[in-house]
């Protein structure tokens, strides 16, 4: 049951042609892209939970709701179509004209965007790319996963090859992060396709599981953008349908979040300005809320977030973090550990190498993390980047 | 009903002493200092809400259950008493040498600390210095206001004469803030004293509504401290008791409410690294909380306090964390002001003077926004500061 890894994202599926061009929403780059499905394919999706939403978010949950099967995605960076004067009729514009150029049905378009708040959405020059995009179409899955990017510096992309009961199955996906990151869908976009057989309603029950333990998981600055999406779509070319949840069905959830962990790890690697990447445990919450509550405080702390920028092992930050962070805690059973240094336990400050852990902060490009509240069972993590002066200068400087 | 203000602090009171001296605790600079009252003064105080709190919030909450006079308040910087070995007795110890050197009961010394969490307590610097404590006593209340410094550049200080129904009294107060600034008693500390005569159960009240309504209201970096104090005391000189909640107690309050904000002002306008000194109003809401929620999303938004920084009036971030505030809001009826500027209404982007909303960005020290969610009568304001490089600055490198 081993899996091949690689990163050739869609390019594993015979069936599936994506394409990248510059339509010139943004100042410069490829900005438009497209992944097209030979034939219909099933589809699920989850959405941003901010109560300002994208028009494409809003358009795409109204899709979700009558249409089982989709045949292609449009996605654009530059522009993110929310809070504007023309977003719901550029949407109909732009799906309408893309449905003309590929021959399929507007409703076999789901839409997905990113960039700027509040701009008026240029349509023209989306409509003006479309014949392009679609000559274009080719396994052009490394193109696809930059033109989908804002400010990240490196295309998130992979596909996975796996076996189960002698039935061998792929998924592939891309994804773009960088900024306005947090918990509760984190501020991003992810595009993933399996070839194994499964209805709707299971697709959906699998991705929801899988971006509550992947994109939920990660947090860069705690904002939470209006247009976070991540889709997942079957070519229902391999396998016995999957129509309930059994053995297969869970093997499938695995590899799924494997996926989607794979790319929350690389979306926080590449967080704006980011120089570590960080991980906090907890363990030992009294309720699985609690434990969430305290990762989140100090995924969120900028005091533990610019202390881990310089390298600063500073635990009375993280401890003041747990304290505020609302869950029930017992500061006298306390644990806090930084990498394998115990530095604070039962109500006390402990002994240790402070040279070491020194070192430990400043020669690893990943810091862990460990709060035991040693009350409970319930336990969470929380992928997090430090908050360094590139995330100052990046976001500054990015102008509406 | 006019009143004097000045910087001269706890100096306009005949029988109120201070004195600062260096003990040592902090690298460098004066970090000692006392408040010494010649005759038994009232007090009440207000704490943290962080579950973990310093030695000296635990005692002192400990002392406002017993005890209704003061004659001394012992003030630290350098070494916030929390989370460390031999936090409790070092208080002990403390106010013990304290007492014998003032000559007054232990039980009648009020303490606040400040500085690095999880260090041991140096007991032994600061008893060394008490006896150079006392022989400093007199009008110092400038360098109190400078030794309680940690990250501040400017100390706070003010002293008002106010006159009500032929009463003449005094409010003065000095302030500590600068970083893990937050709502919910912003972290810091501020000393305040009256001369005017009224009940501890009656200062108890005076005091909450007062810092409710300035120390709740600012949020340099959402981080909350284990230290947080707010001290008041009253020197019963002048007016007749107040006892109950009469005309006199609202002119009171009102005089005590303009002090905090005062010093509340102050400390966000002093903020680690602050450039700007911004202020969000939110109206309309469904309910208090919902006002609240909308007015610290914005207010913690790094996106929103980076966009300052940048003087970029990014309204997209601004509606993005009116969206993910948990606030009830309805996006047709929202309303987002810039100064005087209406970027957002009813459900669409308006035209404004870009040039000149630039300009407002790039000349104003002092930012206003205003949201109207126009959907209630609920209302709130937040002062907070912006995001800047010097902030990572000071925190990746002030050291545990």
Sequence with gaps: ????????????????????????????????????????????????????????????????????????????????????????????????????????????????????????????????????????????????????????????????????????????????????????????????????????????????????KSFNRISVDGDMSTNDTVFIASLNEVGDLINEENEFYRYFVDKLTECCVYLAKEIVKDAEGATKFCEVLVFGADKDEDAQKVARSIANSLLVKTAIFGKDPNWGRIIAAVGYSGANIDVEKLEIKIGDFLVYSWGRPQEFDKIALLEYMRQNDSIKIYINLNIGASNFNLYFSDLTYEYIKINAQYHT
């Design 1 to 212: 049951m081993n899996c091949k890894i690689t990163n050739d994202g869609f390019d594993v599926f015979e069936s599936v042609k994506t394409s990248a061009v510059r339509a010139g929403i943004k100042r410069k780059g490829e900005d438009l892209a497209l992944i097209y499905f030979e034939k219909e394919a099933t589809f699920a999706a989850v959405f941003t939970t901010n109560k300002v939403k994208a028009h494409c978010v809003i358009y795409d949950e109204e899709l979700l709701k009558t249409q089982q099967n989709i045949r292609a995605v449009l996605i654009n960076s530059g522009n993110a179509n929310a809070c504007n004067i023309n977003g719901a009729q550029a949407i109909q514009d732009v799906t309408k004209a893309l449905s003309t150029v590929l021959n399929i049905k507007q409703n076999e378009i789901f839409i997905a965007q990113t960039g700027i708040i509040g701009e008026e959405f240029p349509t023209k020059k989306v409509t003006n790319a479309l014949a392009k995009l679609k000559n274009n179409l080719g396994k052009n899955s490394q193109n696809l996963a930059r033109a989908i990017l804002t400010t990240d510096k490196i295309p998130k992309i992979i596909s996975i090859e796996c076996e189960y009961a002698g039935v061998i199955f792929h998924i592939a996906a891309v994804a773009k992060g960088a900024g306005m990151i947090h918990p509760n869908m984190a501020t991003m976009l992810s595009f993933i396709v399996t070839d194994l057989k499964i209805t709707q309603n299971i697709l959906k029950v699998a991705l929801k599981e899988a971006v509550d």
